[in-house]
């Protein structure tokens, strides 16, 4: 018999283990992908954004009415809804669906690259301003140079920009880092420390979930498939992984309907994708990816 490929047996790794898989608890998190255009096209962005890539076509207000009500009337246990792209403030509709979102009461978490799109919207977010509301901030790095690596030209100042004016205007406000360089944690945070001193930016660098340094995602990388025995060898709860309360909703080009993602990070795996509903969205999720490895399970990482 020929040897299986890994992450491509939904129910067997390539050792003929038996695959770990997450049970669904509620949805705890709700994530609307707001539509893959972004102002920028950055070197390693998991989910390839650009000023060209519409796969994910834009997020509509009438997709995330639906859903918030669908929410409701199960009785799912919502306490935060996240809102990730491409760049969300480019979505036409991005004012009406925050509003939307804050409406339910929820903590309200914006991923934003802080740049002219956001600014476009500044009377609005001033108008919305509340405790519930978080923007999280792409900075790469605290050094500009690097920082540039993988975003591109003229993208440090304008973050750095943005980000003073959440400051100076009182909004609660956090910083997305990543680990690609391979430095010491305590180093990164100690530069983000003194980025933040210099330019009057009130967060603190020491706090996790105020600059949260995301692992890295890699196709390079060889990584374990994660077997139903690597729980107890790790000594991970599959309840704390993403899967387990968060799903994220898409509008896929061409798709008649909004559906969900199984995993923030793979959206366009249709193996992840779970329907329009939320009642398609609970069935378990198999980690058949390598990202379920690299990133969750060994990387430790989560999106909220």
């Given at each position: 018999?020929?040897?299986?490929?890994?992450?491509?047996?939904?129910?067997?790794?390539?050792?003929?283990?038996?695959?770990?898989?997450?049970?669904?608890?509620?949805?705890?998190?709700?994530?609307?992908?707001?539509?893959?255009?972004?102002?920028?096209?950055?070197?390693?962005?998991?989910?390839?954004?650009?000023?060209?890539?519409?796969?994910?076509?834009?997020?509509?207000?009438?997709?995330?009415?639906?859903?918030?009500?669908?929410?409701?009337?199960?009785?799912?246990?919502?306490?935060?809804?996240?809102?990730?792209?491409?760049?969300?403030?480019?979505?036409?509709?991005?004012?009406?669906?925050?509003?939307?979102?804050?409406?339910?009461?929820?903590?309200?978490?914006?991923?934003?690259?802080?740049?002219?799109?956001?600014?476009?919207?500044?009377?609005?977010?001033?108008?919305?301003?509340?405790?519930?509301?978080?923007?999280?901030?792409?900075?790469?790095?605290?050094?500009?140079?690097?920082?540039?690596?993988?975003?591109?030209?003229?993208?440090?100042?304008?973050?750095?920009?943005?980000?003073?004016?959440?400051?100076?205007n009182g909004f609660d406000i956090a910083v997305a880092g990543r680990t690609l360089w391979n430095k010491?944690?305590?180093?990164?945070?100690?530069?983000?420390?003194?980025?933040?001193?210099?330019?009057?930016?009130?967060?603190?660098?020491?706090?996790?979930?105020?600059?949260?340094?995301?692992?890295?995602?890699?196709?390079?990388?060889?990584?374990?498939?994660?077997?139903?025995?690597?729980?107890?060898?790790?000594?991970?709860?599959?309840?704390?992984?993403?899967?387990?309360?968060?799903?994220?909703?898409?509008?896929?080009?061409?798709?008649?309907?909004?559906?969900?993602?199984?995993?923030?990070?793979?959206?366009?795996?249709?193996?992840?994708?779970?329907?329009?509903?939320?009642?398609?969205?609970?069935?378990?999720?198999?980690?058949?990816?390598?990202?379920?490895?690299?990133?969750?399970?060994?990387?430790?990482?989560?999106?909220?």
């Amino acid at each position: 018999m020929d040897a299986v490929a890994p992450f491509t047996d939904p129910d067997v790794t390539a050792t003929g283990e038996t695959r770990a898989s997450v049970d669904f608890r509620g949805l705890e998190t709700l994530w609307l992908n707001s539509g893959t255009l972004c102002n920028l096209a950055c070197a390693r962005c998991y989910i390839e954004s650009s000023p060209t890539n519409d796969r994910l076509v834009y997020l509509k207000l009438s997709d995330v009415e639906r859903v918030l009500a669908e929410v409701e009337e199960t009785g799912q246990p919502l306490t935060e809804i996240g809102i990730t792209g491409g760049e969300p403030f480019m979505n036409p509709q991005i004012d009406a669906i925050l509003a939307a979102c804050l409406a339910t009461g929820a903590d309200v978490l914006v991923l934003t690259n802080a740049m002219t799109p956001m600014r476009h919207h500044c009377d609005a977010l001033l108008a919305m301003q509340s405790d519930r509301l978080t923007l999280r901030v792409s900075l790469d790095h605290y050094d500009a140079a690097l920082h540039e690596e993988e975003r591109g030209p003229r993208s440090f100042q304008p973050a750095i920009d943005g980000l003073k004016w959440l400051s100076a205007n009182g909004f609660d406000i956090a910083v997305a880092g990543r680990t690609l360089w391979n430095k010491d944690e305590a180093e990164m945070r100690a530069g983000y420390a003194a980025l933040f001193a210099r330019e009057g930016i009130a967060i603190d660098a020491a706090d996790p979930e105020a600059l949260v340094l995301f692992p890295e995602m890699d196709d390079a990388t060889a990584v374990p498939e994660i077997t139903t025995a690597c729980w107890q060898i790790l000594g991970k709860n599959p309840a704390d992984l993403m899967c387990a309360s968060q799903r994220m909703l898409v509008r896929r080009k061409g798709a008649k309907d909004a559906s969900f993602a199984a995993c923030t990070l793979l959206p366009y795996d249709p193996r992840f994708d779970s329907g329009s509903s939320l009642s398609g969205a609970s069935r378990p999720t198999r980690l058949n990816h390598r990202w379920c490895a690299q990133f969750c399970v060994l990387g430790g990482g989560s999106c909220g």
